[in-house]
C-alpha cells in the first residue's frame, strides 16, 4: 500500500465524521482533536502509527505511576492493545499503536481509531487522576490489580 492509501483512510473517515479535506502532510503527517484528546497519525513504510499524549506523571508519585503504567502494558491487556510509554526526561506519558495499512479498510481504519481514541480518553483521565492523587491499584477478588478498563480482555484458549 502506499501513502496514498492511508490519505484515501483519512479523507474517507474525515467525511464521516463532517471533516472534509482530512489528509496526511507530505511527510505523511495529520493530527485530529476529539474533544481535549489529540490524536496524532504517521505514516511510514507502509505502516500507520496513531499516538496520543497522556500528560505529565506527577513527580511525587512517579515510581507509583509508572508501576501502574507498565502493569497495564501487560499483554496489553489495559491499553486494549496499545503500549502505554514515558519518556524519561521529561516524564511525558503517550499511548500509542500501529497497524500495516494494507490491513485497514475504511470501516476497520474508524473502528480502530474510535477504539484508540476511546481508550486514550480513558487513560489521559486515569493519569490525571493519579497525579491528583488518585487510586493506582484497585482491590479485586485476586489482590490488588492496576486500575483500567477491563481487565477481562484476554482470550482462553
Given at each position: 500500500m502506499s501513502l496514498a492509501s492511508y490519505a484515501q483512510l483519512l479523507d474517507t473517515f474525515g467525511r464521516s465524521i463532517g471533516l472534509a479535506g482530512a489528509a496526511p502532510d507530505?511527510?505523511?503527517?495529520?493530527?485530529?482533536?476529539?474533544?481535549?484528546?489529540?490524536?496524532?497519525?504517521?505514516?511510514?513504510?507502509?505502516?500507520?502509527?496513531?499516538?496520543?499524549r497522556l500528560g505529565e506523571v506527577d513527580e511525587d508519585r512517579t515510581e507509583g505511576i509508572y508501576a501502574m503504567l507498565l502493569a497495564a502494558?501487560?499483554?496489553?491487556?489495559?491499553?486494549?492493545?496499545?503500549?502505554?510509554?514515558?519518556?524519561?526526561?521529561?516524564?511525558?506519558?503517550?499511548?500509542?499503536?500501529?497497524?500495516?495499512?494494507?490491513?485497514?479498510?475504511?470501516?476497520?481504519?474508524?473502528?480502530?481509531?474510535?477504539?484508540?481514541?476511546?481508550?486514550?480518553?480513558?487513560?489521559?483521565?486515569?493519569?490525571?487522576?493519579?497525579?491528583?492523587?488518585?487510586?493506582?491499584w484497585e482491590e479485586d477478588g485476586d489482590g490488588a490489580s492496576p486500575a483500567g478498563p477491563d481487565p477481562t480482555t484476554m482470550t482462553r484458549v
Open positions: 507530505a511527510d505523511g503527517y495529520c493530527a485530529m482533536s476529539f474533544d481535549d484528546l489529540v490524536v496524532h497519525l504517521q505514516y511510514d513504510d507502509d505502516t500507520v502509527t496513531i499516538f496520543s502494558n501487560l499483554f496489553w491487556q489495559g491499553a486494549k492493545g496499545a503500549t502505554l510509554s514515558v519518556e524519561p526526561d521529561s516524564r511525558l506519558a503517550f499511548i500509542a499503536d500501529r497497524r500495516p495499512v494494507a490491513q485497514l479498510s475504511d470501516a476497520g481504519f474508524r473502528d480502530w481509531l474510535g477504539g484508540f481514541v476511546t481508550i486514550a480518553d480513558y487513560w489521559q483521565k486515569r493519569l490525571a487522576a493519579a497525579n491528583a492523587g488518585g487510586a493506582l
